[in-house]
């Protein structure tokens, strides 16, 4: 089984940059991705950035693409998520995700993914 521990959520104004971070215990060998989910109230979950172990690319979706960067630290087991230009559409609850056998196609839906942490709020005022 595999924990994971979101922090660095906040708020802030719109224009300005925000750093989150998740750790990952446990059994942690087979996680093959990581990610960075969001849901907004109302709204269903959004995969926001992945980074995968077999890949040093990362990938994002469109509304991210080009002022969010995910990275990752197989040491410590960790993986990031800077988020700079935020604007209130931004705002929602960022959730971390790791999966074991996540499909290449389908990096940023949420079913690819086996452990979640428990979510910290970003607001964008």
């Known amino acids: 089984h595999v924990q994971l521990v979101e922090s660095g959520g906040g708020t802030v104004q719109a224009g300005e940059s925000m750093r989150l971070s998740c750790t990952a215990s446990g059994y942690t060998a087979n996680m093959n991705c990581m990610a960075w989910f969001r849901q907004a109230p109302g709204q269903a979950r959004e995969g926001v950035a992945v980074?995968?172990?077999?890949?040093?690319?990362?990938f994002y979706s469109d509304s991210a693409e080009g002022r969010f960067t995910v990275s990752r630290d197989n040491a410590k087991n960790a993986v990031y998520l800077q988020m700079n230009s935020l604007k209130p559409d931004d705002t929602a609850t960022y959730f971390c995700?790791?999966?074991?056998?996540?499909?290449?196609?389908?990096?940023?839906?949420?079913?690819?993914?086996?452990?979640w942490g428990q979510g910290t709020q970003v607001t964008v005022s």
């Open positions: 980074k995968c172990t077999e890949d040093s690319r990362p």
């Open positions: 995700a790791a999966g074991t056998e996540v499909r290449w196609n389908r990096r940023l839906v949420a079913r690819e993914y086996d452990y």
